[in-house]
């Protein structure tokens, strides 16, 4: 028996939706949302990634500048950038898309981006005030994890959540909502001595270790819930996840890649717009 797609195509379709009304109204009111989006690398993924919050942004009545600086781009070329944009009182919401140049440090990077327009959570102090439980944005695709899974009805409270990956772009503030919904969370890594006996005993198994394939049948617990993050570039131009197909026979529901937590992030991304431009 295979397993139910949670497909987020529906709900990024009524995300854009509201967003949309919305950024009508701004916009008669004279505050037109504007997102920019920094970048500097000539990886696939990325610039596939970035393309497609400017369709949506398009499509929201979003503005977007995408501001491209190019793989050779120094460290001091993207922070000038970041604080130019973070200074524009007519940009509502500012991105660093990684990867970044050899030599910059992510964390030095994102603390340019002022909180209030952190709109993918990725200054430290956004990430440690969604840690401590004050408000903050939560970086998108964390936030489009729990809002699938909102959007699909399953429960979290008193379940047992397991994330694989710790990065501070999904692992990491994942585990922080979980458990904000009283979830009880293992994180699993990399160095995670057998990791297939900690995955399966997840009830609601969350994937975001940027490795294709890493999860088969075998590490699935039967009827789990398996949201998988991953987004890994094919040499055709197509895109897998973290999770291989197989492990669609023992989980119970399982997120399609491309089309699960994808179009939920860019979704969310021009909300968090939106709701920057309202403050």
């Not at 197509?238 to 197909?245: E, I, R, S, T």
Request: aromatic share 2%.
């Amino acid at each position: 028996m295979s397993a139910e797609l949670i497909s987020g195509r529906e709900l990024a379709a009524e995300l854009r939706e509201g967003t949309a009304a919305r950024a009508a109204r701004l916009a008669e009111a004279g505050r037109p949302p504007r997102l920019a989006v920094v970048w500097a690398t000539d990886d696939g993924a990325a610039a596939w990634y970035v393309r497609s919050i400017a369709k949506a942004a398009d499509k929201a009545g979003v503005g977007c500048e995408l501001v491209e600086l190019g793989a050779s781009a120094s460290a001091d070329a993207v922070q000038a950038r970041l604080a130019e944009s973070g200074g524009d009182p007519s940009v509502h919401g500012v991105i660093l898309q990684t990867p970044l140049p050899d030599g910059a440090e992510p964390d030095e990077l994102a603390a340019v981006i002022p909180p209030d327009k952190d709109v993918d959570g990725a200054n430290p102090l956004s990430l440690g005030r969604l840690a401590a439980g004050l408000p903050a944005f939560a970086p998108a695709t964390a936030a489009a994890v729990l809002a699938l899974l909102d959007h699909h009805g399953v429960a979290l409270a008193g379940r047992h959540a397991v994330v694989v990956g710790r990065s501070t772009v999904v692992g990491k503030p994942a585990a922080h909502l979980l458990l904000d919904r009283d979830a009880t969370v293992t994180v699993a890594h990399s160095r995670t001595a057998d990791l297939a006996a900690v995955t399966r005993t997840a009830e609601v198994l969350v994937v975001a270790a940027g490795r294709p394939g890493l999860i088969t049948p075998d590490h699935v617990r039967p009827g789990a819930v398996v949201v998988d993050v991953g987004t890994n570039p094919t040499p055709d131009g197509g895109l897998v996840g973290d999770v291989a197909p197989e492990a669609a026979e023992r989980a119970g529901a399982l997120t399609p890649v491309p089309g699960g937590v994808g179009p939920v992030t860019t979704a969310l991304l021009l909300r968090h717009t939106v709701i920057a431009a309202e403050r």
